[in-house]
């Protein structure tokens, strides 16, 4: 398992911890309101205008996608189908780390901000995947709507670079 991956799974305890120690903790109705607002924050979080994280039993089809020093995705042309959820096998062939991030150029801004801000964050986002060399991982996405979604490498510099492509939902 990729160290994103875990820290993925590690964040999501809490929520489950809290949920379960809903029931029993004497103030259900505020609790209950309050767990179910988190949750809103929480998908509207994992939402975005590219699709949602995918459901693991529901993919459709696997895509390699390989990373390089060249700044370079290959491929960095993609085509799906609305609806279909896509697991994307991952692979940093360079020397220095690489991310795939799936989104929209505005989500790539904001995030590109943030990252200046707060370079040593770590990142666990379902659309997310950070890769040291050599390593592999995945992403698993549903893309909903017809149109183009973009990924890009986040790094500093990386999608300046050219490190970027194009999704074509159909
Ligand atoms: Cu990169």
Redesign the pocket.
């Known amino acids: 398992m990729n160290k994103s991956l875990s820290i993925l799974l590690l964040s999501a305890f809490p929520v489950l911890a809290l949920a379960a120690g809903n029931q029993t903790d004497g103030h259900g109705h505020d609790m209950a309101e309050m767990h179910k607002n988190m949750a809103g924050m929480r998908q509207e979080a994992n939402d975005s205008a590219a699709g949602k994280a995918g459901d693991p039993a529901k993919v459709s089809r696997t895509v390699g996608v390989s990373?390089d020093d060249t700044?370079r995705f290959t491929p960095n042309r993609i085509s799906v189908r609305a609806g279909e959820t896509i697991r994307f096998f991952v692979k940093n062939a360079?020397k220095?780390?690489?991310?795939m991030v799936i989104g929209t150029m505005d989500e790539f801004k904001e995030y590109a901000e943030m990252m200046r801000k707060m370079p040593d964050m770590k990142h666990a986002e379902p659309n997310t995947i950070t890769l040291a060399a050599g390593q592999r991982g995945g992403i698993i996405w549903q893309f909903d709507k017809a149109g183009e979604v973009d990924f890009a490498?986040l790094?500093p510099g990386?999608m300046e670079a050219g490190?970027a492509g194009k999704i074509k939902v159909e």
């Open positions: 990373m700044m360079g220095i780390p690489h991310q490498c790094i990386h490190m």
